[in-house]
């Protein structure tokens, strides 16, 4: 051991060591996923065993999948009240946007940024950012195993989670030796990755199912079936009664079809617009889509925050695509 993140290790390790008696708050990114509730809890778990005072804060509420991971970790949503004397650490965040106004305001300094988005924007005091890692949970899996810090089996679990979500259950190209190396020692201290998958994977609510229908019919292929795009409107929402999390994971469909290289997931929810993309191959580099977008992410996934209506973007984003792909080609099409 010892040897998974030895650069960033030993920067934690310094950077925790210096923020003995302080009180720390883990803050994650708004509308939270696996990967961000799996490392909030895995880090904030070690902490509390190493002595310090720790609460984790969103803007958003645990998604309905992850919330049994949590178990007694302290998890408050910023809405309701936050603790602004707490020194602030961040992660599976890439810019400061991503956590939220209320955070955002609360805590106008980051002491310590873990991350491993390819556009993170090294905004914390400290910055532990690895572009080639599988997930944040992997960052710190290898950091706490690498310094031999105490994870008990609701962190273990917490940190696979984080992994096993955003490699796509392994099946991405962000997947390596190491992601599943560090993924046995987190087995090794209670990991149960059959109990995770029934968790993540097998409690999907009727709703979700709902808008994945809607989702699924709304699909219109562009760029020669190269780009496929989907989209859920506000009237989606209303006849569904899903809710805004039970969108995760949908952009997959539209990627996952034969010939498709990029998938698109556009969402409408009261007045506001948000967009994925997720690519087969890191070639495509959809960050750098997104960023067009006001977005980023990485390689095979990205995120969005359109300043327009969709009536606007779609032309918009069909001219992106069209580009993108163009470039791709050498100007060939």
């Not at 977008?293 to 969005?304: R, T, V």
Request: aromatic content about 8%; glycine content about 10%; proline content about 4%.
């Amino acid at each position: 051991m010892g040897h998974y993140f030895p650069e960033h290790t030993k920067e934690f390790m310094e950077a925790i060591d210096a923020l003995r008696g302080r009180p720390l708050a883990i803050l994650g990114h708004v509308r939270p996923d696996g990967d961000c509730i799996g490392s909030q809890v895995g880090l904030a778990r070690v902490l509390t065993a190493m002595g310090f005072d720790v609460v984790c804060y969103n803007e958003h509420k645990v998604p309905r999948n992850c919330q049994s991971f949590v178990q007694d970790t302290p998890f408050f949503e910023a809405s309701e009240g936050v603790d602004r004397e707490r020194t602030a650490i961040t992660v599976d965040c890439a810019d400061r946007k991503r956590l939220g106004q209320i955070l955002q305001e609360a805590y106008p300094e980051v002491y310590l940024n873990i991350d491993h988005h390819i556009s993170n924007s090294k905004y914390g005091k400290h910055n532990i950012i690895d572009g080639h890692a599988s997930a944040t949970g992997e960052i710190l899996g290898g950091i706490l195993i690498d310094g031999g810090l105490p994870v008990d089996a609701v962190a273990a679990q917490a940190l696979y989670v984080g992994i096993a979500t955003d490699t796509g259950q392994f099946r991405f190209a962000s997947t390596t030796r190491d992601t599943f190396e560090i993924c046995c020692h987190l087995m090794e201290k209670g990991a149960d990755p059959a109990r995770a998958a029934l968790d993540l994977y097998e409690q999907e609510s009727p709703a979700k199912l709902a808008l994945l229908q809607r989702f699924l019919a709304s699909f219109h292929y562009l760029c020669d079936g190269r780009a496929c795009v989907g989209i859920i409107d506000q009237e989606a929402w209303e006849a569904t009664g899903a809710e805004k999390e039970d969108t995760e994971g949908l952009v997959d469909y539209a990627r996952a079809i034969e010939g498709v290289e990029i998938g698109v997931l556009l969402e409408e929810h009261d007045g506001s617009l948000k967009g994925s993309f997720r690519a087969k191959d890191p070639v495509h580099r959809v960050d750098q889509l997104a960023r067009q977008f006001n977005g980023g992410g990485h390689a095979c996934a990205a995120g969005f925050n359109p300043e327009c209506p969709l009536d606007e973007l779609y032309p918009r984003l069909v001219s992106a695509l069209d580009e993108h792909f163009s470039k791709l080609n050498g100007g060939a099409e």
